[in-house]
């Protein structure tokens, strides 16, 4: 089944205030999950196979602005597909430190997916949005929520796999179906084309 390229239905949440993550935050973070997306993709991750359709993502401020909508809220219900949260009340010094810590959260849910249909269960849901191989882009916001920090990233294009009714990707050889036909080989994922309109 092919992925449903929509933005999803939090598009029309409205956007309060000003986005809390400056450039090199951004870089950051993108890096930090571009990086997991790679071991993934690479075979290098729980007891996971290869890869052939692992996109690169790229960073969009319009999914950071609706993503901080989402993390003023303090709640991780009614969020929707595409969306992946963390939170935690240990006092972090910096932005990287929370974002590494969220990220590698999320990528331990990978023992959750069966390694022979490449589904995930309910205990991946987080992993289900991060690391579903159709995605392209992203965008993040935090929030300070009653003594904790919550982190909010959403993902898009929205499929199958976030509900847990699909793969999150095809096995095969790294880069072996890049629907662009580009790819970065040091990385092993595919470069997407992607809307230049939503992307800072």
Not at 23 to 42: C, V
Not at 55 to 77: H, K, P, V
Not at 88 to 93: A, V, Y
Not at 116 to 125: G, I, T
Request: net charge neutral.
């Amino acid at each position: 089944m092919s992925s449903v390229v929509i933005i999803p239905f939090l598009f029309f949440i409205s956007i309060n205030g000003v986005s809390s993550l400056g450039k090199d935050e951004r870089n950051s973070i993108t890096k930090l999950i571009n990086n997991q997306r790679s071991a993934l993709a690479n075979g290098e991750m729980s007891n996971l196979p290869t890869a052939s359709d692992m996109n690169e993502l790229t960073y969009s401020t319009l999914f950071e602005g609706m993503a901080q909508s989402l993390a003023r809220d303090c709640s991780n219900n009614n969020m929707g597909g595409g969306v992946s949260h963390y939170s935690t009340d240990k006092i972090i010094q910096t932005n990287d430190a929370l974002f590494q810590e969220a990220v590698d959260a999320w990528a331990l849910e990978s023992k959750d997916v069966d390694s022979s249909s490449l589904k995930p269960n309910e205990n991946a849901k987080n992993f289900a949005q991060a690391f579903y191989s159709k995605n392209t882009q992203f965008g993040c916001g935090k929030a300070p929520c009653s003594g904790k920090t919550f982190l909010v990233c959403m993902f898009t294009p929205y499929g199958p796999a976030q509900t847990m009714n699909g793969p999150l990707y095809k096995q095969g050889e790294t880069c072996g179906n890049c629907s662009n036909n580009k790819c970065d080989k040091g990385s092993g994922l595919c470069i997407p084309k992607v809307n230049k309109l939503i992307i800072d």
